[in-house]
């Protein structure tokens, strides 16, 4: 794996290649942009040729440095992650005894700190010593999807390189070719995560995705045109797959945002849901007024459990708001 392999992030790997090309690094570095872009895999491969002995702008793959990489054991590489949702101050006292002593496989040392926001204050405070006078051995890449966490005294010592979603054609070709996805499920990934390349992997390689797509779709068809019972009996789907209630409720989202456009444009290009057309077309007698109602009552439900409202009560509430009137 090197840089070239990489889908997308074209801007963000120029920059590394070029301050790697004209020695240029800077001690330490800021990946910034939403979960799922690829930051951390990019971070590691950019440690790994700041470690390699070629000292190239890729990794060689060959040298011993490469391969203790490979190995998961380099002595010159440190990687700090959230336990329990935080990084706490004694972890980041541990970096800073090590960013101490020379490096001893590589000429570099590197570190890694994986959702930095989630730095406890004193961690912060702690790290915010070490930016100010690294040694000259030393690169830090702090890793983030939410960076107003972060003190502006932190982030005023980094280089910022960030991260945007990749365009969904590059993701969509990726999973057809590599994933062997159908052409119309790889396009519903690429559009369903926002262009995320490690978000669209993970769904392309779920054994239940599309199956779990399938019972959501008969299940709104159920509320929108069955018989007015189909509310409350549909709660044991709900209660099975209470860990991806976030997924399950994009699902639902994305479905009624599709009947907004079924309706204005009838069969489009613009449907996420392109394979679902005939259902649309049955369920398009539903009101303008209606469904954005239902849209935004989802929202509304997403935003409830996040907040640890009761969650029976939350999806009770929505299916049978779903429900009314038809
Ligand atoms: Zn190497």
Not at 45 to 71: M, Q, R, V
Not at 286 to 302: A, G, L
Request: net charge negative; with cysteine.
């Amino acid at each position: 794996m090197d840089l070239n392999n990489i889908i997308g992030h074209e801007r963000a790997i120029e920059t590394l290649k070029m301050a790697l090309r004209n020695k240029t690094l800077s001690h330490s570095y800021l990946f910034e942009g939403e979960d799922g872009l690829g930051k951390k895999k990019i971070a590691y491969i950019f440690a790994k040729t700041l470690l390699c002995k070629e000292e190239g702008e890729e990794p060689c793959n060959k040298c011993t440095s490469c391969i203790k990489f490979d190995g998961g054991n380099h002595p010159d590489l440190l990687v700090v992650e959230p336990e329990k949702g935080f990084i706490k101050k004694g972890e980041i006292e541990e970096l800073i005894k090590s960013v101490a002593t020379a490096p001893f496989e590589s000429k570099r040392k590197v570190f890694i700190i994986d959702d930095s926001h989630r730095m406890s204050l004193e961690a912060k405070n702690a790290l915010l010593k070490t930016l100010e006078e690294p040694p000259e051995y030393i690169n830090i890449i702090l890793i983030s999807s939410s960076i107003n966490n972060l003190l502006p005294t932190i982030l005023s010592r980094m280089q910022s390189i960030k991260f945007y979603p990749v365009e969904l054609k590059k993701i969509s070709d990726l999973l057809v070719n590599s994933h062997g996805k159908s052409r119309e499920e790889a396009d519903f990934i690429a559009e369903f995560t926002k262009g995320s390349v490690g978000k669209s992997i993970e769904l392309a390689t779920s054994d239940d995705f599309f199956q779990k797509r399938e019972e959501i779709i008969s299940l709104i068809d159920n509320l929108i045109r069955g018989d007015g019972t189909r509310a409350i009996s549909s709660m044991n789907f709900f209660n099975d797959n209470k860990e991806d209630i976030d997924q399950i409720l994009d699902i639902f989202l994305y479905w009624f945002r599709d009947l907004l456009i079924y309706k204005e444009l009838g069969q489009s290009r613009l449907l996420i849901n392109k394979d679902k057309s005939g259902y649309l077309g049955k369920q398009s007698f539903i009101d303008i007024t209606r469904i954005n109602d239902i849209i935004e009552k989802i929202q509304q439900t997403k935003g409830d459990i996040s907040r640890n409202v009761n969650y029976q009560l939350s999806i009770e509430t929505m299916l049978l708001y779903i429900q009314e009137e038809f």
